[in-house]
């Protein structure tokens, strides 16, 4: 697919610095959905250094090298830089009836990856925040034909995945895509930015502003990844700037929602970015009635 490439904003989105330290010439580009899940869509200079480290190291490395890695070497996505030249591996180890191990070929393995469901995020209810992990319930995305085949060549195979839940990553990572989608598309000074805090890890209520339906919807054939923006206004408070996100839309997969940020209707620059953005269709016009 080839890379859609979105004017440099020359500063970085989340920090909001625009100063480069010495020796360095620009700012980085940013993946909106990762590179590792086919995502085409570059935001260019848009995340200092520390930034972007925070976001590889604290949300894409865990997801991407740890819970999709096995499905990713299966269906040979795509890695960036060094990894590019890293041997990937081959084989699983599991485990079988009596105890023991093997190791079962990666082409042979259904590649079984976690599929988080979320309630809807609280920002749209106040709801006080309790435990979290009531929030939340998964199912398994795993190629059926994969699995038969598996039970039925290795017959000593105990039929159990090793998985290892990270839904509040996850949640940050919807958060990244989210946001900086919104940035893209609607303008950074556009909106107010609320979300940015949680990318970076700074905020860890997470699911106040990213949320889901709690069940997965029908494959859409000939689509990859899905990304619309919404506004939501509950008539008291700001509009909201909403973004929903359906990875690997081929897929049975949930639509998840991410809150980016709100829309101060006395601000000129809110109202005047809201009209452009209502009238090139990328907002649902009837939120013009807002303004």
């Known amino acids: 697919m080839t890379d859609y490439l979105y004017p440099p904003v020359q500063q970085c989105i989340y920090c909001k610095t625009k100063t480069l330290p010495a020796g360095v010439a620009r700012f980085t580009d940013e993946h909106i959905i990762p590179l590792a899940f086919g995502g085409s869509l570059i935001l260019r200079q848009a995340s200092c250094a520390a930034c972007a480290r925070i976001i590889n190291q ?7 090298l740890k ?9 040979d ?62 199912r398994i995305y795993s190629d059926e034909k994969d ?13 159990n ?52 339906n709690m ?3 029908r494959p859409l054939l000939g689509s990859s990844h899905i990304l619309e923006m ?10 909201l700037l909403v973004v929903e996100i359906k990875l690997l839309a081929e897929t049975s997969s949930p639509r998840y929602h991410v809150v980016v940020g709100d829309i101060d209707i006395k601000n000129t620059r809110h109202v005047s970015a809201l009209r452009q953005h209502c009238a090139e269709g990328k907002i649902p016009s009837s939120a013009l009635s807002l303004i």
């Open 67 to 75: 819970e999709w890695i096995n499905l990713r070497i299966k269906r």
């Open 147 to 159: 699995d038969a085949t598996m039970k039925k060549k290795y017959p000593l195979w105990d039929g």
């Open 215 to 217: 069940d997965v919807e």
């Open 230 to 239: 919404y506004i939501f206004h509950d008539g008291k408070s700001c509009p």
């Open 161 to 212: 995945y090793n998985i290892f839940t990270r839904p509040f990553i996850f949640a940050r990572m919807l958060a990244k895509i989210g946001f900086s989608f919104a940035v893209a598309e609607y303008g950074l000074d556009n909106f107010n930015d609320n979300i940015s805090n949680i990318v970076l890890g700074y905020n860890d209520d997470v699911l106040y502003n990213v949320g889901s």
């Open 77 to 138: 996505w795509p890695s960036r830089g060094k990894r590019r030249k890293t041997k990937r591996s081959t084989h699983v180890i599991v485990n079988n009836i009596d105890g023991t191990q093997m190791k079962i070929p990666i082409s042979e393995y259904a590649c079984p990856v976690p599929c988080y469901l979320f309630k809807e995020a609280r920002i749209f209810t106040k709801e006080e925040r309790g435990d979290d992990n009531f929030r939340w319930t998964m």
């Open 58 to 64: 604290q949300i894409e490395s865990p997801i991407l």
